[in-house]
């Protein structure tokens, strides 16, 4: 397909408009002129792993990344090895859908614990495990450092640094990092650590930080421009790190959800042509 | 006073009590044998400066801080001004209480605004107008990095890094940190960063994080050993760093400021000689 104007590396992740199946998505993206989608693996699943691929290529769509892998954090071995063939899985059902890389959220403490730096090193060992299955496959696995107030119970990962660190242990073909705004626009090292990550930059994610944040935090994203952020020096710096890929648009908040997809897309569209657009 | 066994550097934020005067809140420090107490300023107005410093005295309590300053994003020049004024008014008032800092908790975002960097170098240039002041009058100004969750409407300050590159502009004894744990407890470089603030220590507050945080964000602070952090590891640093004074327990919390205070008093005492007491 061809994009509109403007909005040649726009894409939707696909639960910014939550409800929708995964061809009503691609439909969405289409209709708009969005040349590309964030897929999640609970759709793709719900439409079967040979559909869903089948659908967003004969939309002539770009598949930017599948949301998620991760989880990696499980407190007995079997909890973890379980996570390692799930985490397989995913790399799988992303080279299937011709997704570059596979986002992972790392996972929280385990239950009952306090030892953060265990579960830090938990996690460094599971990618040990999934690495070069990952690159085998033509398939990057992106560390997703979240915001630190899901340090508990979500990712133990952190901060863009933390993610570097991590990932310079394995070639930038394996693992590279998700830049996404909501989760790092606060830290003061963040255009110092966007450079530093280069070619590491596996997928660029804005929403806003908006306040208050409401009762479910994991809700507290919003529409860009509606918020706290300034995109443009943060987009700036992953232009000037070498990211030319996608830029996907991920949004999760009750208001954006209850709103018709196509108003949504149409906003979506405008603010990106505004605020992010490079 | 006398300290009751384990408790000799234990203080009390008076706050943790909310809605004791101050005259309660160190009767409660004298009842539980707890040794020093952290004011807050609202809570010496309403006492009168003058009484609240020798109801404290008398009591033969220490005094370990002066809650809070700061606040000194304001986005027009009359606003910088009245916050400078203020600032140097709750200095005044942490000398007369014999306070050896003033925390300060330095703002968020001017509303409207989303240029961070700005509102950063303007807390920058108001220490450079405050420090001196403070250091003339014996007391420190404590900069608190507060939690990411708060960099938008609380705190431009989200790191121990990034205080410490602030508090190494000016002497140690003019401008020092807090570390509190609810707020740093998350980071990957905590221990170094404690390591490399050494003597610019100015406070060690503990409290718990807990989770789901409550729909006001403000309150998530719970009771020691409530929540996920491993407290040991950040009191040996903060010792290992030489600091030796007072250990404040500081909780917003609405189901502690809804208990009794000498069952709240009682369950810091227990918490902190199990979890936290070095």
Same mark, same amino acid.
């Given at each position: ?7 040649? *590396? $726009? /894409? ?19 209709? %708009?002129? =969005? ?16 559909? !869903?691929? %089948? ?5 002539? $769509? *770009?598949?930017?990344?599948?949301? *998620? ?11 973890? %090895? !379980?996570?390692?063939?799930?985490? +397989? @899985?995913?790399?799988?059902? !992303? ?7 596979? =986002? $992972? ?7 009952? /614990? ?19 299955? !990952?690159?085998? *496959? ?19 990962? /952190? ?19 998700? =830049? ?36 479910? =935090?994991?809700?507290? +994203? ?18 000037? @790190? ?16 209850? /709103?018709? @997809? ?17």
């Amino acid at each position: 397909m061809t994009a509109n104007a403007g909005l040649a *590396r $726009l /894409s939707l992740n696909q639960r910014t408009i939550r409800g929708a199946t995964l061809p009503e998505a691609v439909t969405a993206c289409v209709t %708009a002129g =969005v040349p590309a989608i964030g897929l999640w693996r609970e759709e793709v699943a719900e439409t079967g792993l040979e559909a !869903a691929a %089948a659908c967003v290529a004969d939309a002539g $769509l *770009r598949v930017s990344s599948l949301c *998620r892998g991760g989880f990696l954090t499980g407190s007995t071995a079997a909890d973890r %090895a !379980a996570a390692l063939a799930d985490n +397989r @899985a995913a790399i799988d059902e !992303a080279a299937a859908l011709g997704a570059p890389c596979l =986002v $992972l959220v790392v996972g929280g403490l385990p239950a009952g /614990s306090t030892d953060l730096a265990a579960a830090r090193d938990g996690v460094r060992a599971a990618l040990r495990d999934l690495a070069s299955y !990952a690159g085998d *496959r033509g398939v990057r696995l992106a560390l997703e450092p979240l915001h630190p107030m899901y340090c508990a119970d979500r990712a133990v990962l /952190s901060t863009l640094a933390q993610a570097l660190d991590w990932a310079e242990e394995f070639p930038a073909g394996q693992v590279g990092v998700v =830049v996404d705004t909501f989760h790092v626009w606060w830290d003061p090292d963040l255009l110092a650590q966007i450079a530093r990550a280069g070619e590491r930059i596996a997928s660029y994610q804005v929403s806003d930080w908006i306040t208050p944040l409401p009762a479910d =935090v994991l809700l507290g +994203r919003g529409m860009m421009g509606d918020g706290h952020i300034d995109f443009a020096p943060i987009t700036a710096a992953v232009a000037t @790190a070498g990211y030319r890929g996608d830029i996907e648009v991920e949004i999760f908040n009750q208001a954006v959800w209850d /709103s018709p @997809a196509d108003q949504v897309m149409t906003t979506m569209c405008l603010r990106y042509r505004e605020l992010i657009a490079p």
